[in-house]
DNA sequence: TTGAAAGCGGTACCAA
DNA sequence: TTGGTACCGCTTTCAA
């Protein structure tokens, strides 16, 4: 009657008995295949290739206390502004011979830091992307293991994150060379640092430009919460609107078009993210773009240092990747209506 | 001077310790609390807790043969329609204590194959979400451990797939009464059985109701794709495109827009998978809606369901879920034109 | 360059 | 109900 457990297929004993080595000699000839004689690491390698071995993580992570594997935890997974950030981290974790697990916290940072407990005996670093806790949170995790932050900076933990200073910048000039002269800023959930810097950001920039910024919000940063952020929006009368993110400017923008409000003859509309979907949705929205593909291979890369240095003593000073963030500029903007907007028309909001 | 090992933080040597008793009663009261005395087993998950004790993965791995990870599979994580498909798996593997690892094929049966083969060792069991890999692969990673597969059926292996005959004959009955007699399907990658369901059922119910269909491509499906295949469908002159999925009907859209074909004035399009921005493109996409995140739940829960029967030894018979999809009409179709539609303008095609 | 043996942190069997 | 112990598969000393 066999066992229920379910045995590793082909394993390094099996190896070593038909090479006719030990044990040792195979875990060498795979692993530290200079440590080996010549022909006898060909020819072990040439047995293992013939039975099919592959190394159980098991077992390997066990005696080494490294997995191998990476952990990324992301407020929505389903928000496709993730989709380039996922893709480009699961590829540079291919690359690098890792294995990438994902986790999603429902924009919660409660979950979020559960998340990360459960996850962590299992994994050799996290990246958290947009991550919802508190910096004294991010500190803890980051002391007792490698972190690597995508879309947020906190002193002395690496990160990567997009230029919003710049970004934003180059929003307020577009609005004001437009002929702008309000305009309302929607924002996101407050945990959210990017939204943080993006409102900064505006204001600051808005400030030298003469260029008069309320802020609405919270909402959440969907096209459900931008639907309800639109409707604000229209109430207050500015002439540009400024969306916390591209899902919340597609809710505004439908929301609008509900309304009778168009745009962007009555009212501009801008987003940031540049996600699936800016460039058709009616009209196409401007937006704040950034190279997420590139960040989550960028941030792999760092993580796996971050892992690598934790064995060996000399750290680096961490890094911070501020990458480049380009405004494109589509249908959802234009020249400030010398009247201001009309009344939104009565009617079922959907 | 320290070794570069990284130890795991508390172990159960640990909490035995401290409690004063003996490490398989610790194990026996935090994983089999019945088969231990009430005192014992409330004093001993107090110290695990008081120690912030987590079982080593890999140490537990080692031992039982299971590792509590799942991995999911997919061609591409960046469509959007396998947002909710992770979504739904992550969300129930968390729910049944488990892991979720995830890989890209990009839409290559190869690199799936090598996907699978990689992660095999370290999980339990495989999603596979619209695999492109021929049958006998699959049978054959199958009859080696735990497979589910989503949006695809092969005898005797267990799935989950949306109802793609009973959803092909909603399309087809829809153009119908709209008064189309001539259609197109653009096709998809030839290995998405999807793809060819999808043009078996169209083929089928095209023919009851006496609606002419040819069949274009295969085109990448991907909205770049589609937009080499609206190209094309332009040329043909029927009136309807039905498009492999969303990606490519939305580049199909766009191709015709910049040729100056109105949709659906002049032709009506139809796309699959109701995926985000299918409702706020312009016009909005009349596409075949499925619940990708209960197809997700649904597929973890059977994946769960055959770890455990592999340990004992009652197996089931394999389950087939087909999952039921509905029709979503919305601004891409239309009233057949009574004349055919005009020439395509020249000019770039973008 | 190779082999033998001692862990790594759990689980599970066997006795007590 | 508990403790002792033999693994699980691999890495890594330490000797030879």
Chains 1, 2 share one sequence.
Request: with cysteine; proline share 8%.
């Amino acid at each position: 009657m066999p066992s229920p457990r379910r045995p590793h297929a082909v394993t390094i004993t099996d190896v070593a008995r038909e090479a006719g080595v030990a044990a040792s000699t195979v875990s060498r000839a795979l692993t530290n295949p200079d440590r080996v004689n010549v022909v006898t690491r060909e020819h072990v390698q040439q047995v293992a290739a013939r039975l099919g071995y592959r190394a159980s993580p098991a077992a390997r992570a066990l005696g080494t206390g490294r997995t191998a594997t990476l952990a990324l935890v992301l407020p929505d997974i389903t928000n496709p502004y993730f989709s380039g950030l996922i893709r480009g981290a699961e590829r540079q974790a291919e690359a690098t011979g890792h294995i990438l697990v994902i986790g999603d916290s429902e924009e919660n940072a409660r979950a979020e830091a559960r998340m990360v407990e459960r996850l962590a005996p299992g994994v050799d670093g996290f990246l958290l992307g947009s991550s919802r806790l508190p910096d004294a949170r991010i500190l803890q995790f980051d002391a007792a293991m490698p972190v690597v932050l995508v879309n947020r900076r906190v002193p002395t933990v690496t990160s990567v994150s997009p230029d919003q200073q710049g970004g934003t910048r180059q929003i307020v000039e577009h609005l004001v060379a437009l002929g702008h002269r309000r305009a309302i800023f929607l924002a996101g959930p407050p945990e959210s640092w990017l939204g943080r810097q993006r409102w900064a950001g505006i204001s600051s920039a808005a400030k030298k430009h003469g260029l008069k910024v309320r802020r609405l919000g919270p909402y959440h940063p969907s096209v459900e919460g931008g639907l309800l952020a639109g409707e604000a929006a229209l109430a207050d009368g500015a002439t540009a609107v400024i969306a916390h993110n591209d899902l919340m400017a597609i809710g505004a923008l439908k929301r609008m078009k509900a309304r009778g409000v168009s745009v962007p003859a009555d009212v501009s509309i801008v987003g940031f993210d540049d996600i699936f979907g800016a460039d058709f949705c009616d009209p196409p929205l401007t937006t704040l773009s950034d190279r997420t593909e590139q960040a989550g291979r960028s941030a792999v890369d760092l993580l796996v240092a971050l892992v690598r240095e934790q064995s060996r003593l000399d750290h680096d000073a961490p890094a911070d990747i501020v990458a480049p963030t380009q405004l494109v500029v589509r249908g959802s903007t234009g020249p400030a209506p010398t009247a201001p907007p009309p009344d939104p028309k009565e009617g079922d909001p959907s």
